[in-house]
Nanobody, 111 residues
Framework: QLVESGGGLVQTGASLNLSCAAS?????MGWYRQAPGGQRELVAT??????TNFADSANGRFIITRGGWRTVHLQMKNLKIDDTAVYYC???????????WGQGTQVTVNS
């Protein structure tokens, strides 16, 4: 089970933090997002071994951190209108190939 927190309504240029807590241990955790009418896309992921993966749109503005095997945090800075989407926590176990998704949290950026 993945429990997400954070999100909300902000203006352009603002910052926002998202957090996700898992009920088990996961090698890789991160965030994907889906804008209205769009497909779910990568935002950023981070493994407990240190490897990170960022979408071009997030690189330089977002910071992803892990708080051990069960939590992931996303610091979003200088938010843009195009960042408006439902953000989903994602968790992966390498040994089992299991992938889990959170229920999603809305981020809305207004001008």
């Amino acid at each position: 089970q993945l429990v997400e927190s954070g999100g909300g309504l902000v203006q352009t240029g603002a910052s926002l933090n998202l957090s996700c807590a898992a009920s088990g241990d996961f090698d890789i955790m991160g965030w994907y997002r889906q804008a209205p009418g769009g497909q779910r896309e990568l935002v950023a992921t981070k493994s407990v071994y240190g490897a990170t993966n960022f979408a071009d749109s997030a690189n330089g503005r977002f910071i992803i951190t892990r708080g051990g095997w069960r939590t992931v945090h996303l610091q979003m800075k200088n938010l843009k209108i195009d960042d408006t989407a439902v953000y989903y926590c994602n968790a992966q176990q390498i040994a089992t190939s299991n992938v889990y998704w959170g229920q999603g949290t809305q981020v809305t950026v207004n001008s």
